[in-house]
């Protein structure tokens, strides 16, 4: 905050009372507002506003946490979903082995 050269001669032309006078409405008007401030009803609305972000937060987290984990979830599903597929085309390849010479025998008979 800058001060002004009138804003100081201002100051300087005031007695020692008008100052006191001045700095007590100053510190009043301080005091008001500080009131003011813990009394307001903006005060209420921000504290509920408040609460409800912090609820919403927590409920954010938990709502996060549960997706991470089915996620998890679902990678271990796919993984193994890779897994057993590879065992049936592995499965299905020694089956045809085995039933192929049976149905050419078959077949000879």
Known sequence: M???????SHW????VPQLLLDLQTIDTSADQ?????T???LRDDFTEA????TSWERA???LEAQIAALGESIDAAETRSAE???NRQRFDQQLRT??????????MH
């Open 84 to 86: 057993l597929l590879t």
């Open 39 to 41: 009394k307001s009803s």
């Open 50 to 53: 408040t609460k409800q972000a």
């Open 98 to 107: 085995v039933i192929a010479p049976r149905e050419a025998e078959a077949l």
């Open 2 to 8: 800058s001060v002004r050269a009138a804003d100081l």
């Open 33 to 37: 507002l500080a009131h003011r401030r």
């Open 12 to 15: 300087a032309a005031m007695t």
């Open 60 to 62: 954010r987290a938990v």
